[in-house]
């Protein structure tokens, strides 16, 4: 590059952190409706405040729809390119596992706490203010360069889709809402409901989300000494309190099952041991036990670029009716009619129904594709990291949202992933290698 942009990075670090420090004291939390806008005041306020920022960057800003998205655009020509972020948060959890306040954030051995610091305010951050500094640099833009500011991208991209309807769309882009270096693949995301009548009697409830995988379940119906003599035989965790059993899991997230022990399936395998049945319980335990690929039902699914499918029972719901609530994720080359074939298939043995909730398609770029080999080298000069190869991914960004879009960044592997999670922190000099690696990023797709 004829540009020496290490001065125009030096210089935007400092407003980079500040511009965070602010963001991030907003919780911008999905509120549904709240104050009268999609996603509630908070997130609101970060879709404003965002826009502020890059209006006194020299962007020129849209606030998008009555707040479903926000853009921000510089550059001139008929081409564009596209940088697909969130501003919404998920909430903190559990205040009591927190250091700090999740929305004071407080600098500490050269990182930034605080919820949305890596997902997604961030990487989000640290590629606007990249284009600042190629545009202090002088860099003269041969297409146009918009971020997408979404706004509900942790619960169903009503944002995203809500844009792609209205808005011009981005020829070619990158999310930096992962980890470096590129993500060319991610699995396709299927959320569903397998419903029936509950005939069984039974009343249960566990689990809280399609994507966690349960790390317990209470029970507090009949036969208790039994079903506790089944656990021991079983070798599996619980505890007994004065009204039921709590059966003990793992957490782990629902593209990588493997890595969690669902709560759920144990409770149910031991329960039909012990002749407690119903249509759901049946369903878990003679379909899925604790196979988090679910082979019985879809056989050996799985790609090369992108590995097995995945499925989680992440929650089980007995009262008027019975529910199954999963996620699955499915290899970018399966296809998704097949899936829900099979499952719907499945189910109805069971007296259960199939009820999609989300489905949100798989990418997958060819290796030679120009989106992964310019930013991989990129990524690969200004990292000093030559030997990390493009990754595939069970999780689900904003890449998908367009064609010839990848994830890219702004996570390094070895800074340890926070988001979601208490304490969640980003390492400042990261972020300003980020940047760089960014407007390196920026300035060869825009020649
Ligand atoms: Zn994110």
Sequence with gaps: MLYDLTPHLGAQQEPLKKALDELVRIPSVC??????????????????????????????TEYGDGGYYGFTEVGEGKEMLGILGHLDVVPPGNLTDWKHDPFDPIEKDGMLYGRGTQDDKGPLL????????????????????????????ETLWRCIKRYIEKEEIPGFGFSPD?????????????????????????????????????????????RQDDLADKLDRLGFEYERYEEGIEVRGRAAHAMIPEEGINA?????????????????????????GQDPNATRIFG?????????????????????AEQLFIDTRLPVTASKEEVVKALTITAAKYGLEYKEFDWLGSIYLPLDHFMVTTLMNVYRQHSGDTVTEP???????????????????????????TEHQPNERAVLRNLYKAMEIYSHAVYELTR
């Design 178 to 222: 992962s980890r470096f270096p590129v993500t060319y693949a991610e699995k396709g995301l299927l959320q569903l409901r397998l419903e029936g009548s509950n005939e069984s009697g039974i009343q249960l409830s566990g689990g809280s989300a399609f994507n966690a995988v349960p790390d317990s379940i209470y029970y507090d119906g009949e």
């Design 126 to 153: 640290a590629s606007l203010f990249a284009v600042k500094a190629l545009m202090d640099a002088g860099v003269k833009f041969n297409k146009r360069v918009r971020f997408i500011f979404g706004t509900d991208e």
């Design 391 to 417: 990754q595939s991914s069970g999780g689900a960004t904003y890449a998908r949202a367009i064609q010839n879009c990848v994830a890219f960044g702004a996570l390094t592997f070895d800074e340890p992933l």
């Design 300 to 320: 050996e699914c799985a790609d090369e670029p992108s590995g097995k499918l995945k499925f989680n029972v992440g929650k089980i719901e007995l009262g008027q």
């Design 31 to 60: 509120d549904e409706g709240g104050g009268g806008y999609p996603f509630g005041a908070a997130i609101d306020q970060a879709l404003r405040t965002a826009l502020e920022i890059a209006g006194d960057l020299g962007f020129r």
């Design 264 to 288: 759920i399936a144990r409770l149910c395998i031991a329960l039909n041991a012990i002749g407690i049945q119903s249509k759901a319980i049946n369903f878990v335990v003679q379909e899925i």
